[in-house]
């Protein structure tokens, strides 16, 4: 099995770090913050101290970091991913949601060091970090991906090849997008019916049996935001950047995304009201405040 180095231990990475050491893979770690690079070593993994150290003694790398420029940072720096491997050559896999484009300025970056590129977002949340049921979206050489094709299936049960490198960034920025106004469409619902009269268990369970089904109604939705529960999760922050780069995507293709815009306004309303480092569910209490009533299941 080969040796792995993990950079970025938040709210994803920890529980995906932990299901590799749990399926026998051998790790080296870092984070900027000490906590969870404690706790992963306190189960086995190696601490590094920087992200070159990290890919000096492992041969593949996974990061999973919150934006584009960080991403860019970790592998291109002087003490970077991509100096600590050295001429030997291995394998980099961002599973980060990031711009298509810079995957492939990475893979480019890469090759030329002999180093091949995936790029591998996810999809799931927290909860599938935790229980190892991710949805993973996978871009690079086919190749590539077969030889990692038993690390992806340590953190995740939908693994996809979706193309060349980029494609997977592509799959999880649309995939994203209609996550969010299917949230968007969930919370106004179940507002106007319990405004309306209706007693929530009775909206939820109607609408996650009928043709209004979706994932945030029938799974997401009744674990957090109908218990009141509104720690993330998956933040409002990242959703919103998510948005972003699904309007990034859509004017370079010339594609209209109306309802992706108009929820990329609604996350906004909820940044603005403080609520960015909330849960993406967390807009579903915007309209309670502006309504007076509360969606929470008995």
């Known amino acids: 099995m080969k040796k792995i180095g993990f950079i970025g231990l938040g709210i994803m990475g920890k529980p995906m770090a932990k299901n590799l050491i749990k399926r026998g893979f051998s790790l080296v770690v870092h984070d900027i913050v000490r906590g969870p690079v404690k706790e992963l070593v306190h189960l086995g993994a190696q601490e590094a101290s920087s992200a070159q150290e990290v890919s000096r003694n492992s041969e593949v790398v996974i990061t999973i970091l919150p934006t584009s420029a960080e991403v860019k940072e970790v592998y291109f720096k ?12 291995g394998i ?51 190749n590539i991906f077969n030889e990692c094709k038993g690390i992806f299936e340590a953190m995740g049960k939908n693994i996809f090849f979706c193309g060349p490198i980029g494609s997977g960034e592509v799959a999880k920025i649309v995939n994203n997008m209609a996550a969010a106004i299917c949230m968007q469409a969930t919370c106004e619902s179940m507002i106007l019916g319990i405004k309306a009269g209706v007693k929530p268990n009775i909206l939820q369970e109607i609408m996650s049996k009928s043709s209004a089904q979706n994932w945030s109604m029938n799974l997401y939705m009744p674990k957090k935001a109908f218990k009141g529960d509104f720690e993330p999760g998956f933040m409002v922050d990242l959703m919103y950047k998510d948005l972003g780069l699904a309007q990034s995507l859509s004017s370079f293709f010339k594609v209209p995304i109306v309802m992706g815009s108009v929820a990329r306004q609604v996350f906004e309303i909820a940044r603005a009201a403080g609520k960015g480092r909330k849960d993406f569910s967390a807009i579903l209490t915007t309209l309670e405040e502006i309504t007076g009533v509360k969606a929470r299941l008995e």
Do not use: N
């Open 78 to 89: 002087e003490d970077g991913v991509l100096v600590g491997f050295g001429d030997r050559g």
């Open 92 to 142: 980099i896999i961002d599973m980060s949601t990031i711009e298509p484009m810079v995957s492939q300025e990475l893979a480019a970056v890469a090759s030329k060091e002999k180093i091949e590129a995936l790029d591998a977002p996810v999809s799931g949340g927290e909860i599938g970090a935790i229980d190892g049921t991710l949805t993973i979206m996978v871009g690079g050489k086919e």
